[in-house]
């Protein structure tokens, strides 16, 4: 039986894209291959590749000021190639550190020039999001994470700031509608929201390129990236075309306002169900609370595993916490059913009956 899948990601994707995938593996487009041993440079592949390029920007409602490219290495690697594609020795970047992973592309930011912090949210162990910015005016850019999959917040309004924005937007990217434009560089590991993991997407305003005066290794430079149309050297193949594909799904089922309205009718049934009841409780400001990853506790600790028992026994995966922060934790991305988050809402009324 198919589990009810909460995974934080790698994570949930429509069934038709998996069997649209798994067919691909023994025979691509009929042609008598599998899109495991078709070359990069093929027609057949540079049409997936290009198609899915567009496929982001039709979806983003991004003119051709923007080049949209297939990289590799993660949204982790994105700390680093970010600040080393967009940040001199001397300048300053300015960083909001609201969680897990904004911390790691602080560090990573600092190897290469200044960092200001706009905003922190540590004070309170990062559950909420801060209203209040400073941004120096002579930043390179602001970088902050618009969906903490860690601890369970989520901007729902776009920072301030007169200097480049740049986004990392792993767990909410094609979840909900936005200014897109308003931004200059936009990345995100495809494994949430956007496909398999492999391929990361990164959306790049070509005008805040080629200002730095480093020396940029040619792999990490997006510039040579944008002139070879992403295919410097073998892409993640497979992985770009289950994104084709989830890009494909989230076009055909209405695009990202139907995506919004989908994670909102999911998140408002979880929430009003957790607030209802006595045996848990959520992590994080109910203003800031995540579409996406909704974070919470049982009441009583020692209830924590019982109820994860529970998940477990009824086909649920996925209800833990993030392994250094502990708790339980739902992760609710673009295709995962109502139904699903129903199921787990009556258990966890069940639960309430009996321990609440
Ligand atoms: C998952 C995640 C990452 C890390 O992504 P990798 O592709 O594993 O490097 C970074 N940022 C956010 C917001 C994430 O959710």
Not at 334 to 347: E, G, H, I, Y
Request: aromatic share 8%.
């Amino acid at each position: 039986m198919k589990m009810y899948n909460f995974n934080s990601g790698p994570a949930i994707l429509p069934a038709e894209v998996l069997q649209q995938a798994a067919e691909a593996v023994i025979d691509f487009n009929h042609i008598g291959l599998s899109i495991l041993e078709i070359g990069h440079r093929t027609e057949w592949f540079v049409n997936v590749l290009e198609e899915a390029r567009s496929l982001v920007k039709e979806l983003m409602q991004l003119d051709d000021s923007y080049e949209v490219l297939y990289l590799q290495g993660g949204a982790t690697q994105q700390f680093m190639q970010v600040p080393m594609n967009l940040l001199d020795e001397k300048a300053t970047a300015a960083y909001c550190d609201n969680g897990i992973w904004g911390a790691k592309a602080i560090k990573e930011a600092k190897l290469f020039g200044n960092v200001h912090i706009a905003c922190s949210s540590k004070d309170r162990e990062h559950t909420y999001i801060p209203r209040e910015l400073s941004v120096p005016q002579d930043s390179a850019y602001l970088h902050y994470t618009t969906n903490n999959t860690v601890e369970g917040t989520q901007w729902n309004f776009i920072p301030e700031a007169n200097v480049p924005l740049v986004a990392d937007m792993s767990s909410d990217i094609f979840s909900r509608e936005m200014p897109f434009s308003k931004y200059s560089l936009i990345y995100a590991g495809a494994q949430k929201n956007a496909g398999a993991a492999g391929a990361t997407i990164v959306v790049v305003k070509k005008d805040i390129l080629g200002k730095v005066s480093r020396a940029i290794p040619s792999i990490l430079n997006y510039s040579n990236h944008i002139e070879a149309k992403s295919l410097m050297n073998t892409p993640s193949v497979f992985a770009v075309y289950v994104s084709l594909l989830t890009l494909r799904w989230i076009k055909k089922e209405g695009g990202l306002p139907e995506m919004e309205r989908r994670a909102q009718e999911r998140a408002d049934l979880f929430y009003d169900t957790l607030d209802s009841l006595d045996a848990f409780m959520g992590k994080v400001d109910k203003r800031d609370r995540s579409l996406m990853n909704a974070t919470f506790t049982t009441q009583n600790p020692e209830h924590e595993k019982l109820f994860l028992d529970i998940c477990k026994n009824n086909g649920m995966v996925g209800v833990k916490g993030y392994r250094t922060v502990g708790g339980l934790r739902v992760s609710m991305y673009n295709s995962l059913p109502l139904s699903s988050v129903q199921v787990l809402c009556d258990l966890m009324k069940d639960f309430n009956e009996k321990h609440g």
